[in-house]
C-alpha cells in the first residue's frame, strides 16, 4: 500500500511540474517581451491626492529570471531625495501606470540625476 501511495506521489510531483512549466511558458508568449525597454511612471508619496507633486520614476528592464522580471530603477523625489535600485524585482502589477520610453530618454535622465557637474556645484552651493 506504501509503495503505491509513493508511487503516486511521484506521480503527482512530476505533473505539477510540468504543469507549472507549461503555464510559464503561456504567460511569456501572451505578454509582451519587456527586458531591455524602458519606461517613466509618476510616482508620489501615498496617500495621492489631487494637489501633490508627482516625480518621474524610470525603470530599465534588465533580466527575467525564474519567471520573475528584474531591472534598474531610480527617482528624485519631490524633495530632492535620490532612490537608485540596481536590481530591483518588479512586482506583478508594475505596467498599469508605466509608459514606455526610449532607451535614449532613459540615458539621458540617468546623465542628469548623476552628472558630475551638478552634484559639484550642489555640494558648493550647500545643497545637495
Not at 44 to 64: F, K, N
Not at 106 to 126: M, T
Amino acid at each position: 500500500m506504501q509503495e503505491r501511495q509513493d508511487e503516486l506521489k511521484a506521480i503527482i510531483k512530476s505533473a505539477k511540474l510540468r504543469l507549472d512549466e507549461i503555464e510559464a511558458s503561456e504567460v511569456k508568449q501572451q505578454s509582451p517581451p519587456v527586458v531591455g525597454k524602458c519606461f517613466r511612471h509618476q510616482n508620489s508619496y501615498p496617500p495621492v491626492r489631487a494637489d501633490e507633486r508627482h516625480w518621474p520614476l524610470y525603470l530599465m528592464i534588465t533580466h527575467d529570471e525564474n519567471h520573475y522580471l528584474y531591472g534598474i530603477r531610480f527617482e528624485k523625489d519631490q524633495s530632492g531625495e535620490i532612490a537608485i535600485t540596481p536590481n530591483c524585482e518588479i512586482p506583478a502589477t508594475w505596467a498599469n501606470d508605466y509608459q514606455q520610453i526610449s532607451r535614449t530618454e532613459f540615458i539621458a535622465e540617468w546623465r542628469k540625476l548623476i552628472d558630475p557637474k551638478r552634484i559639484e556645484n550642489s555640494h558648493r552651493n550647500g545643497t545637495a
